[in-house]
């Protein structure tokens, strides 16, 4: 059974950095997975926001290019989002997830996941 648990969220100022990091257990390596990261603002829907594939390649929506980074550590099997120049409008609860099928180049919607990880609050305030 494959098990996700993200940490470091916070409270940042708008312009700040924090790096989110999801701890994946219960997958093999050989695996051929995708994993991603979604966020949930109050009142809106699950926005996937970055994947990653097991070859590395990462894939991001317009709205984190260039700000965001997605990356894994698969020696320690943590999957990690750095966040730079965080907007108010990045307020939101951040999820990761993972499911053992390619990303096919962009970031799945949410019902392509199996498995998701509890979440953490990331507020930007102004």
């Known amino acids: 059974q494959v098990q996700l648990a993200e940490s470091g969220g916070g409270s940042v100022q708008a312009g700040g950095s924090l790096r989110l990091s999801c701890v994946v257990s219960g997958y093999s390596s050989s695996d051929y997975y995708c994993m991603a990261w979604f966020r949930q603002a109050p009142g809106k829907e699950r926005e996937g926001i970055a994947s990653i594939e097991s070859d590395g390649t990462a894939n991001y929506a317009d709205s984190v290019k260039g700000r965001f980074t997605i990356s894994k550590d698969d020696a320690k099997s943590i999957l990690y989002l750095q966040m730079n120049s965080l907007k108010v409008e990045d307020t939101a609860t951040y999820y990761c997830?993972?499911?053992?099928?390619?990303?096919?180049?962009?970031?799945?919607?949410?019902?392509?996941?199996?498995?998701w990880g509890q979440g953490t609050q990331v507020t930007v305030s102004s």
């Open positions: 997830a993972a499911e053992i099928r390619g990303c096919l180049g962009w970031v799945p919607p949410p019902s392509d996941f199996g498995y």
